[in-house]
């Protein structure tokens, strides 16, 4: 009895000397909560500002960023519902190049050309939920499925254009891909497929903070064993949170078509999935499932766009920008190691 009043009295919540006491370790971790991956965001843009001459912040090359940020964007967006359930998503780039290509092929039907974005969205969700139901209903790993779905899908993708480019100079809606809505006219403006992105965030937002399914997502990534047993249906969230991923894939795909007017089943999405696992992860969202933002996976995405961006820029070969974004993904899951460290320690 008396010892346990001795560890109550001696407890860090009444002992402020004690708890105020943090590590190195503790506090760098502490500081990255706070503040995530913005002033990284910051700092690599001011750099690239100066190394290129002053042509990075120019109102033009803005625009641009946040049209190569758009895509990733989306496509992070989704696989930060999957990543927050302790999964994966490797197939999100064929299913991109499925959709765009089944988008294509109605958009040249004149009769059903004004439908072609119902056709990618749905086959994007169509994707999607099958790779839900194998990893729900069937118990499989999602690596293992969605790693399969993305050598399989690319395949589908490559048949259903006869392993051709699909082109259609006049699709539909390439206001989406090439339009933009002037802020200064004549000086900045804000492409349409940035507003799109943006509202994808705040939908993704409403959905994992104000709403119950948000909840969920979060309790099943944070300890599935305890929310079977508070009464979550966890299959129904797999089966969910896969379809979100195969439905922002197929909108991902809308938007790279209507910026190309092209689809193909070979090369369109190739690795996209590289780069929005390293914007979620870089964001904050750990791979341990049930600790993320998706604000923090907006921020993550803009480095990976401006990395990009200002490679080129500077001058930097093909070649060393493969490097230097592989590096970057390496650091990401590094970064995500030490934040899981550094909570368990806290």
């Known amino acids: 009895m008396l010892h346990g009043i001795e560890n109550v009295v001696a407890s860090p919540a009444d002992n402020p000397a004690r708890s105020d006491h943090k590590t190195q370790p503790q506090k760098l971790s502490s500081l990255f909560g706070t503040l995530g991956m913005l002033p990284v965001l910051a700092l690599v843009a001011i750099g690239f500002h100066l190394l290129s001459g002053g042509r990075f912040f120019s109102g033009q090359n803005i625009s641009i960023v946040f049209q190569q940020a758009s895509v ?9 519902f999957v990543i927050l359930t302790g999964g994966i998503d490797l197939s999100v780039g064929s299913i991109l190049a499925a959709a765009a290509m089944a988008g294509l092929i109605v958009s040249n039907v004149p009769e059903l050309s004004y439908l072609w974005i119902f056709a990618a969205l749905f086959v994007g969700v169509g994707f999607g939920v099958a790779n839900g139901v194998l990893i729900a209903g069937m118990r499989l790993p999602p690596f293992i499925v969605t790693l399969g779905s993305l050598t399989a899908v ?15 100079a006049e699709i539909p809606y390439a206001v989406i891909g090439n339009g933009s809505l002037p802020i200064i006219p004549g000086i900045f ?25 948000g909840t969920h997502i979060y309790s099943v990534g944070g300890n599935e064993a305890a929310a079977r047993l508070s009464g979550i249906k966890v299959p129904f969230i797999y089966l969910i949170v ?12 809308i938007m790279l078509a209507t910026r190309l007017y092209a689809a193909n089943g070979l090369q369109l999405g190739q690795a996209y999935e590289l780069d929005a696992i390293a914007a979620v992860i870089l964001g904050g969202t750990s791979f341990v499932g049930g600790i993320g933002s998706i604000w923090g996976t907006l921020i993550g995405a803009l480095i990976i766009a401006v990395l990009s961006n200002g490679l080129v820029l500077i001058g930097v070969s093909d070649i060393w920008q493969y490097v230097i974004k592989g590096l970057v993904i390496i650091g990401a899951v590094a970064l995500d190691h030490f934040r899981q460290k550094g909570s368990a320690r806290t």
Request: net charge positive.
């Open 154 to 168: 690319r395949g589908i993708a490559r048949l259903m254009g006869g392993d051709t480019t699909i082109f259609n």
């Open 72 to 80: 990733n964007t989306v496509l992070a967006a989704g696989m930060t």
């Open 189 to 213: 403006s804000v492409p349409w497929l940035a507003i799109v992105a943006l509202t994808v965030i705040l939908v993704s937002w409403f959905v994992l903070k104000r709403t119950v399914l």
């Open 242 to 253: 896969y379809g979100i991923s195969g439905l922002l894939s197929g909108l991902a795909a």
